[in-house]
């Protein structure tokens, strides 16, 4: 379908990211609100449409420059094969021919309080599957085919107490004929991503690490990431970590409700190097967390002190304070900022030095206690001051051909 460029332009003119937006509100020289795109359930706005029309959400990274971009977002449609899709959801005419009537997204004057999403737990077909494949690597990792593994973990500071406390296991290529051995569905175990269509397994040759959780009287594992662990692996081409399908929990939660303080780190590596250093530790797979963490990480933190573990690079920094902006804790929560020491790239190295734990110590010493509310208020009174810099910027832009023509101009006698 052809779209004429005036007619791009007429759509990008008429149509705004505001219809979009439930119940805005000023802010400085934009409007925010809670996010509108999907996959994003938040309590706290964290979404803005500034005055030349693109938008930003603090909270899930995702902007653009106009409504069109909006569109991509709002409707999960792919660059740039949808963009005539796009285009015709927001009112775009067909070729000079009357299109179809503009998408108008309901709004309300007192919405109701959205409810937080919850990670969802594997199936009960998916849990026999994670039993059987949890104890034969176990075992795997235990015997002559899993020396190598074994010598990777103690060789990162891990006693092997704390190896067979967790669970962890080994990926052997045997997983397939076990569950056939049993009657389990294989087909199961493909969508559960532990298994290819050749029947191969897709963690062989990694360390695998379960996370645990309570179903009714037993403890199961629901949940899997597994890493490169081989003598020289490069994750050049191949991905360090691999995690079963479904949604990614925050990891050793369970573990950690009883605590009184627990550290909240990047990695299942940093968070086991901290176990094995006595600290109780919780990981949320990556440098910030996902929305379906944050209701995790404010149970825990309504039980305990947080210690948000800082690694020392430019994206461990980034992340800290996205974490911190993202979480909007409960009225009453203690979070705490630590630094690592110099030299010590994550929490994970720290099992590895024979004074990891008095590095460890030190670093919670000189951490710092964090007022969530009050970064989260300078961080929007710093967006507010960003934008009308820019709005500056753009007046001056806007004005300077005109000044310059009028200095031009000769002086009227």
Known sequence: MRIAESEIERVRSARSVLEFMENPRRSGTCFKARCPLPGHDER????????????WCFGCGRGGKDVISFAFHYWEL?????????????????????????????TSSSPAPRR????????????????????????NLWKPTGR??????????????????????????????????????????????????DGSEVFQGRVVLWEWRRIGEKRAPVWAVARLCAAGA?????PKYLYVRGDRLLGGLEGALG?????????????LALLALGQAAVFMGSNEPSDKLLPEIRRLAKRAILLLIRDRDRAGRHGSWATIYKLALPPGARLGLVDLPRGIKDPGQLA??????????EATRQGRMIDTEKIRRRCEQCHDIAERQRAARRDRQRIAPRAQAFVGRPVAR
């Open 234 to 238: 490069s994750w050049d081409h191949t």
């Open 116 to 139: 937080e999403e919850l990670p969802s737990l594997p199936n009960a077909a998916a849990l026999a599957i994670y039993r059987v494949a949890a104890a034969l690597w176990r075992d």
């Open 148 to 197: 190598d593994a074994l010598d990777y973990l103690r060789g990162r500071g891990l006693p092997d107490r704390l190896i067979e406390s967790e669970g962890t296991g080994y990926a052997t290529g045997t997983l397939a004929a076990e569950l056939g051995r049993r009657g389990l569905d294989l087909e199961a175990a493909r969508r559960a991503g532990l298994l290819r269509a």
């Open 259 to 271: 605590a009184a303080e627990v550290a909240l780190v990047e990695g299942p590596f940093d968070r």
């Open 44 to 55: 706290t706005p964290s979404f803005y449409c500034y005055p030349d029309g693109g938008y």
């Open 78 to 106: 792919s660059w740039p094969k949808d963009f005539p899709v796009a285009l015709e959801k927001l009112g775009a005419r067909r070729d000079g021919q009357a299109g179809v009537r503009a998408f108008l997204p309901p």
């Open 352 to 361: 590895e030095r024979p004074n990891g734990a008095a590095l460890y110590r």
